[in-house]
T-cell receptor, first 113, second 113 residues
């Protein structure tokens, strides 16, 4: 059972455009929602994370939007660059689960020059 | 600088062989994790370890075992490799006082023929 559903599976965006990746979760005990970025040949690395007490968090061109009532959160990449081309994973964790992360299926983002 | 290393980047084994995947972290992290990454399925947790000699099953432990005799080293063991264990294996570590962030190694691409 996939507790965190991610879409789309792949995304192609033109340079300068906005990339949007969406995730939905089921477990209301989740209290931490990170996004990881993975480049080819590398392991995933934390990009940005949010807790449910805020609805939005922004770091540079990357923004997480969080909707607690809908149990959804999304990653927005503004002014997308070719260097942003990577696989993005959303994830969720609950304090009660001992820091285990549950990951979404992943989104392969390609930003064309 | 945070560093998680995995013993091999690529590994080819035959069906029925016993396979050892090694992971070492140099950050004195208490928690360590083994995931497998498959296209369209994201990262799935195989086993994790809270501390030395402690282990707990993840979501897909069948066919795998683990060993953690020293804090810095976490081994994943495939007792009798099968073709459906062909995958990318990722190791991660986490410092308990450092929040939920997990630090990943570069991965081992295992092919079982």
């Amino acid at each position: 059972q996939q507790q965190v559903k991610q879409s789309p599976q792949s995304l192609i965006v033109q340079k300068g455009g906005i990339s949007i990746i969406n995730c939905a979760y089921e477990n209301t005990a989740f209290d931490y929602f990170p996004w990881y970025q993975q480049f080819p040949g590398k392991g995933p690395a934390l990009l940005i994370a949010i807790r449910p007490d805020v609805s939005e968090k922004k770091e540079g061109r990357f923004t997480i939007s969080f909707n607690k009532s809908a149990k959804q959160f999304s990653l927005h990449i503004m002014d997308s660059q070719p260097g942003d081309s990577a696989t993005y994973f959303c994830a969720a964790s609950a304090e009660t689960s001992g820091s285990r992360l549950t990951f979404g299926e992943g989104t392969q983002l390609t930003v064309n020059p | 600088d945070v560093k998680v290393t995995q013993s091999s980047r690529y590994l080819v084994k035959r069906t029925g062989e016993k396979v050892f995947l090694e992971c070492v972290q140099d950050m004195d992290h208490e928690n360590m994790f083994w995931y497998r990454q498959d296209p369209g399925l994201g990262l799935r947790l195989i086993y994790f370890s809270y501390d030395v000699k402690m282990k707990e099953k993840g979501d897909i432990p069948e066919g795998y075992s683990v060993s953690r005799e020293k804090k810095e080293r976490f081994s994943l063991i495939l007792e009798s490799a099968s073709t459906n264990q062909t995958s990318m294996y990722l190791c991660a570590s986490r410092r308990v006082a450092g929040g939920y962030e997990q630090y990943f190694g570069p991965g081992t691409r295992l092919t079982v023929t």
